[in-house]
């Protein structure tokens, strides 16, 4: 069945956002007159260098940082290879529900790690990751994702950044989920962020650096961005993530209040529709635009996301960053699932352009369409 643009529903904005057209604008406007090398002294480098500026300004703010401590990248799989590089020798302690960059990074450079799991239905706590970093020779690194991308479940990372540094182990903290969401109040040794989840272009994302924190760039070339990442800027693409964290910055009060009553909304009607249905941590902090809700017994998300692709409903049955795979997912395994229930799970993503009218239409397809594939 095919269905026209205007009647499509996109719920899965923790793989990516739309861009937003304050970032469309300004990605025009910097490509018709910040064309530049911003590395140039002439008046058109000066005009690219000016855009980087604001930009740079802007996501500073978003993470509640000074704009020096901003190290822009290419994304945040970037970024976290870069910290993880950058450390001396020594395991790592990870969240076991990290993103796969985080161990795949570890993997590259030899890394031994040992994975802290989260409370069942629940956040990684201090105190857990705590006990495996005083468990043992003393870790490099330590990486706590603020929130998770496929439950959405919160981790108080706020609390392991003092007794971290009493310790003198630096703090990676993957924002990339949390940005746009929830303001940023924490200032870990890095802090990643990346444009495409809150309404910015993707191949842009930054790297919030502290200042005692060591940071040794990926490769040598013209020494930009401090010597830190080297290469000719991106600058229209930096410019729409200037201007999607400006745009979330102005509302976000309001955003995350929205989000969180649709959300909501969504996940009642869901759970009254779909007997055996349940939601995972719902009883947990949360991101408020994200539910991982779990299909009754004999429904399978798989069929239920291909058939609401179908009536253009987009959806995940998991990560994004694990399509193709038909392994259950490591993160709902964690989080105290069965693997049964893991193939039960799918992943609804609310973001800026999600409307009333969409989440009845929803209400109506959703449980109508699983009572159609169920076993």
Same mark, same amino acid.
């Given at each position: ?95 076991? $529900?990290? /993103? *796969?960059?985080?161990?795949? =990074? +570890?993997?590259?450079? #030899?890394?031994?790690?040992? @994975? ?91 790297? $919030?650096? /502290? *200042?005692?924190?060591?940071? =040794? +760039?990926?490769?040598? #070339?013209?020494?930009?961005? @401090? ?149």
């Amino acid at each position: 069945m095919s269905t026209s643009t205007s009647d499509r529903i996109y719920l899965d904005y923790n793989a990516t956002a739309p861009v937003l057209p304050a970032a469309r604008a300004a990605m025009v406007a910097a490509l018709d007159s910040a064309f530049g090398n911003p590395s140039s002294k002439h008046w058109a480098g000066r005009a690219a260098h000016a855009v980087i500026k604001e930009a740079r300004a802007a996501i500073a703010r978003l993470a509640g940082a000074e704009p020096d401590h901003v190290v822009f990248t290419s994304g945040a799989t970037e970024a976290i290879h870069q910290v993880i590089r950058s450390q001396p020798a020594g395991r790592l302690v990870c969240g076991a $529900v990290e /993103h *796969p960059a985080v161990f795949g =990074a +570890a993997a590259l450079y #030899g890394r031994e790690v040992t @994975r802290v799991a989260p409370l069942r239905h629940g956040p990684i706590t201090a105190a857990a990751v705590l006990a495996a970093v005083d468990d043992g020779p003393p870790p490099a690194l330590v990486c706590v994702m603020a929130a998770n991308n496929e439950t959405g479940i919160v981790n108080s990372v706020d609390d392991l950044i003092a007794p971290l540094r009493e310790r003198g182990v630096p703090l990676l903290v993957d924002a990339v989920q949390y940005a746009g969401k929830l303001p940023i109040r924490c200032a870990p040794d890095y802090l990643v962020v990346a444009a495409h989840k809150f309404g910015g272009p993707k191949g842009a994302g930054a790297l $919030v650096v /502290h *200042p005692t924190a060591p940071l =040794a +760039a990926l490769f040598d #070339g013209g020494g930009q961005e @401090r010597g830190k990442r080297s290469g000719t800027e991106p600058v229209p693409a930096i410019a729409g993530f200037g201007a999607a964290a400006a745009w979330t910055i102005e509302r976000l009060a309001t955003l995350t209040v929205r989000y969180a009553t649709l959300r909501d909304r969504l996940e009642t009607g869901l759970l009254a529709a779909l007997p055996g249905s349940f939601v995972v941590g719902r009883e947990a902090a949360r991101l408020p635009n994200t539910s991982s809700f779990v299909l009754p017994p004999g429904v399978e998300s798989e069929a239920v996301m291909s058939h609401l692709n179908r009536a253009g409903v987009a959806v995940s049955a998991g990560s994004a960053c694990h399509s193709g795979s038909v392994l259950p997912s490591p993160v709902l395994l964690a989080a105290g699932l069965t693997p049964d229930e893991t193939f039960r799970a799918l992943r609804l993503s609310l973001g800026h352009g999600t409307t009333d009218d969409e989440i009845d239409r929803v209400l109506d397809l959703l449980p109508a369409t699983a009572r159609q594939v169920a076993r």
